[in-house]
């Protein structure tokens, strides 16, 4: 059964930090993995997906990366802000097409 | 600019009542999902469609039916409702299966 884990369970950081949130998972044969943001009381917004055959996706300050082999992805964050804290989910998708996902990391930037 | 919208926002039941929760989205996306969100627990899936015309069960199925209306919508039936169903519940579509998925902003749900 696939198993998804995010570490750190929170992160706080001074404002202009760059900073890494982890993804690992227990089954590589995924199909493509979403990283998502919740802010409290919220909907999903989709941030980046990254295809199985693709090693990494950027998308303005953030760039996601891929190693399917291990097991792992990683998001990158430059140069955070106070609008970034929320917290970020991470989801694996299997063959079957549904979505399996961590438990999150909760972010606060400080200003 | 809707996206995926669901109704209602909030909703308190007393055990045993029913009720439907509704989804809709306007991006002409042929699959969609209802998740629920319990803290420590996060997003499983309840059931999914992958076209129009097509149900099947996901991890967490067990009290729920869905009824997908046509391409549009999705709804969720709770008939008999459990304290234990007290969650969060998200509505999501994707163009198919396998694509990225777009998330409502989520129906919560208490049971007394």
């Known amino acids: 059964k696939q198993e998804v884990t995010q570490i750190p369970a929170a992160l706080s950081v001074p404002e202009g930090e760059n900073l890494v949130l982890n993804c690992s998972f227990t089954d590589s044969a995924i199909y493509n993995l979403q990283w998502f943001r919740q802010d409290p009381g919220k909907g999903l917004t989709s941030l980046l997906l990254?295809?199985?055959?693709?090693r990494e996706q950027t998308s303005g300050r953030l760039n996601a990366s891929l190693d399917k082999s291990s097991g792992r992805s990683t998001l990158y964050i430059a140069a955070s802000q106070p609008g970034d804290s929320a917290t970020y989910l991470c989801a694996v998708r299997g063959s079957q097409g549904n979505l399996i996902f961590g438990k999150g990391t909760k972010l606060s930037v400080k200003p | 600019n809707a996206g995926v919208t669901q109704t209602p926002k909030f909703q308190v039941l007393k055990t045993g009542q029913s009720m439907t929760l509704q989804c809709a989205q306007d991006m002409n996306h042929n699959s969609m999902y209802w998740y629920r969100q319990d803290p420590g627990m996060g997003l499983r899936l309840i059931y999914y469609?992958?076209?129009?015309?097509?149900?099947d069960k996901g991890e967490v199925p067990n009290g729920y039916n869905v009824s997908r209306l046509n391409k549009r919508e999705f709804s969720l039936r709770l008939e008999s409702a459990a304290p234990s169903q007290t969650s969060v519940y998200f509505c999501?579509?994707?163009?198919?299966?396998?694509?990225?998925?777009?998330f409502g902003q989520g129906t919560r749900l208490t049971v007394v």
């Open positions: 990254i295809q199985s055959s693709q």
């Open positions: 999501a579509s994707s163009p198919v299966l396998n694509t990225e998925a777009f």
């Open positions: 469609s992958a076209s129009e015309g097509t149900t």
